[in-house]
T-cell receptor, first 110, second 114 residues
Framework: GENVEQHPSTLSVQEGDSAVIKCTYS??????FPWYKQELGKRPQLIID?????GEKKDQRIAVTLNKTAKHFSLHITETQPEDSAVYFC?????????FGQGTTLQVKP | GAVVSQHPSWVICKSGTSVKIECRSL??????MFWYRQFPKQSLMLMAT?????????EQGVEKDKFLINHASLTLSTLTVTSAHPEDSSFYIC??????????FGPGTRLTVL
């Protein structure tokens, strides 16, 4: 089955800096890769997603890149703000099920 | 759009009792819903896939007789934790699949079994 590895587990950056979170997946047939942001005790919120026919997608300060050959994808957050502090999860999906990475706790220090 | 609600938001019960959690898609129809379990500071673990009008598909290691899932309509799925024990205490989150494959999550239910 699919396995998703996410790194780093924790990330601390200064406000205004960029943050990068990386994920690798094992199933080459996976074709959908969403990223979720989860604040403590709340629901995961979809922040951006990418499909396998696209190499990069951007939405304001957030971007995701996908390298199908290497089977890895990354989340890039630019100009980080304190409200970006949360746990971020990547996921991979082939048909219906989402398999999640272990999560990255991002702390943005003012 | 794409709002998913979950009820109750928290529940405390005695060991041996059963607890039902509801998951509703409020503004879209979801033929497929999912149930996850999340322990503190851990990732979301998929428990089962719930399909409207058919039996749920459980992930390996999840006891289907303990975690009963019913998906009776296109907007409602329920998870019943039967004969709950303290080790069942966790954060249970549902999600509903919108077209074509995006999942939107409910707010979660904090279950505490005494």
């Amino acid at each position: 089955g699919e396995n998703v590895e996410q790194h780093p587990s924790t990330l601390s950056v200064q406000e205004g800096d960029s943050a990068v979170i990386k994920c690798t997946y094992s199933d080459s047939a996976s074709n959908y890769f969403p990223w979720y942001k989860q604040e403590l005790g709340k629901r995961p919120q979809l922040i951006i997603d990418i499909r396998s026919n696209v190499g990069e997608k951007k939405d304001q300060r957030i971007a995701v890149t996908l390298n199908k050959t290497a089977k890895h994808f990354s989340l890039h957050i630019t100009e980080t703000q304190p409200e970006d502090s949360a746990v971020y999860f990547c996921a991979a999906s082939r048909e219906v099920k989402l398999i999640f990475g272990q999560g990255t706790t991002l702390q943005v220090k003012p | 759009g794409a709002v998913v609600s979950q009820h109750p938001s928290w529940v405390i019960c005695k060991s041996g009792t059963s607890v039902k959690i509801e998951c509703r898609s409020l503004d879209f129809q979801a033929t497929t819903m999912f149930w996850y379990r999340q322990f503190p500071k851990q990732s979301l673990m998929l428990m089962a896939t719930s399909n409207e009008g058919s039996k749920a598909t459980y992930e390996q290691g999840v006891e289907k007789d303990k975690f009963l899932i019913n998906h009776a309509s296109l907007t409602l799925s329920t998870l019943t934790v039967t004969s709950a024990h303290p080790e069942d205490s966790s954060f249970y989150i549902c999600s509903a699949r919108a077209n074509p494959d995006t999942q939107y999550f409910g707010p979660g239910t904090r279950l505490t079994v005494l």
